[in-house]
């Protein structure tokens, strides 16, 4: 499997969608908590959508109305019936990423994952190796919905520090927990 190059432009690039779908915004307004994964995208897409108009808008010679199309052209997402997220087959068995952004020569599969156990985060990095296969990367939202955050909280321990970092090296899968 060839990673696809990080140049200092896509570090930028996924940095750019890893602050679009953690904002203070996002997680201050909804109950998240208590919410669906489904309803977290629905409030998080729009979010995304913003961030990624803004980007073109500032980086490329286009209007806001222009961008803002071609964003929706470009990022699939399940929630949305005018688009399709195709399926990855591996291993005789389908998967599909809940979000797919094909932009900046890049192709990106976005997972969403809410929980409070380390089932659901396994789940979450699971399914990000297996879409690493077909992506160039992969943007990995883990949602701690615990109730004294322990899943966020250990994000910076030794150990998790470096999963975290190798994911990225080996994988190209950008793993965030909000």
Sequence with gaps: ?????????????MELIS?????DDIFNTIDYKNKTEDQIKQFVYPHLVQSLTQYLVENTDTTAEKAKAKVK????WEGDVNTTVHHTL????LNRPDMVLEMNGMNIAIEFRRGESGNSLRSGIGQSLVYSTNYDFVMYLFIDTSKDQRIKNAQTGTKEAQLMNDLW????????VA
């Design 1 to 13: 499997m060839r990673q696809k190059a990080k140049s200092q432009k896509r570090l930028d690039f």
């Design 19 to 23: 602050e679009a779908i953690t904002q």
């Design 90 to 93: 591996f291993m005789g068995t």
């Design 169 to 176: 090296n080996r994988y190209n899968i950008k793993f965030t």
């Design 73 to 76: 052209k470009n990022l699939k």
